[in-house]
């Protein structure tokens, strides 16, 4: 086993026996429906399950459906469209499905079980983290806020096209990036939201960071729905969670919450040394992928994270 549940990381890890250093990456994501489109949430769910593969600097292989669906409430017809956005997003990432297991359920949920391969010598953990490493992210926060907006009717098109853009978007690519580079860590940026999942790879690390508040990427609107308290559960628990790890400095408290948001599908956090970051964004950028330096590793005690500056607009 080389990456286990202890260091909180966002797959399991195994190596092949005599197999030439090839390893297994194994992992599993589901949820309840955040668009109202069905074929863009299997998208979605898709795009997130194989994120971790990604975020271990792997590549995934196979592909499970779970599924809850209520039969006697919902159309199968709309489950069959999930399943084809599902399809779709597996066939991008050249994996394969290869079947699932479905059960009745009042709420419906959808996602997968994913199993990648890895060179066992290159997997990428989140437990690595040096200090003076710079931190890279790869997509713009705000889905949670935004997706919250949708269910209260209170987003603009813009911002639910926006929205489902970045969280249909495979992060292939900066895997592929940071692979090629040579990065000390990565992991990314879920449920646990930006803070939340760098806390962990941090105290798994025993090192701190400091994020600079000015310069983090945001969807359009995301602040000001915060502002205006349209903001999910998950996030509240997130900012809950982290908290006590975090020195905020003069942020409020919305600007918190979206520095805490619970992402769905989110972009790769990765911490990359200095004298490394020019080629990660180079070959970043040689892949479409525009990644954001939002800070660096220090230094400290374990999982701290010090906020400076105010977000954008």
């Known amino acids: 086993m080389l990456v286990s549940p202890a260091t909180g990381d966002d797959a399991a890890v195994f190596a092949l026996p005599g197999a030439d250093g090839l390893a297994i990456i194994q992992t599993v994501d589901f949820f309840t429906p955040i668009v109202d489109d069905p074929f863009d949430w299997g998208r979605i769910g898709a795009a997130n399950a194989f994120s971790d593969v990604y975020a271990m600097g792997g590549r995934p292989v196979t592909a499970l459906n779970l599924v809850a669906w209520p039969v006697q409430e919902l159309s199968l017809d709309l489950l069959a469209q999930v399943l084809e956005g599902a399809a779709t997003v597996a066939r991008e990432a050249g994996a394969i499905i290869v079947g699932g297991h479905s059960i009745h359920d009042p709420e419906p949920k959808y996602g997968m079980a ?3 391969f890895v060179q066992a010598d290159r997997v990428v953990r989140n437990s690595t983290m040096r200090p003076s490493d710079r931190l890279v992210l790869t997509k713009p926060l705000g889905v949670g806020i935004v997706t919250t907006a949708v269910k209260g009717g209170q987003a603009t098109e813009d911002q639910i096209r926006r929205a489902v853009e970045l969280m249909t978007t495979l992060n292939r690519a900066a895997s592929e990036a940071m692979v090629e580079v040579g990065v000390s860590a ?3 940026v879920t449920g646990f939201g930006l803070l939340g999942h760098l806390h962990i790879a941090l105290e798994a690390s025993g090192t701190a960071a400091r994020i600079d508040a000015s310069v983090m990427p945001l969807l359009e609107g995301t602040l000001d729905l915060a502002e205006r308290g349209v903001v999910p559960s998950g996030t509240h628990s997130n900012h809950s969670f982290v908290t006590s790890h975090v020195d905020w400095g003069d942020l409020p408290k919305a600007e918190q919450l979206v520095l805490a948001d619970a992402q769905t599908s ?5 911490a ?4 490394r970051a020019e080629a990660l ?4 950028r040689e892949r479409g992928v525009e990644g954001f330096e939002i800070g660096a590793v220090e230094e400290g005690e374990p999982g701290r994270i010090r906020i ?6």
């Open 281 to 284: 964004d180079h070959a970043l």
């Open 308 to 313: 400076e500056g105010r977000l954008a607009p």
């Open 272 to 275: 990359v040394p200095e004298e």
């Open 266 to 270: 989110g972009g790769l956090l990765i």
């Open 114 to 116: 994913v199993t990648g």
């Open 186 to 188: 990565a992991t990314d």
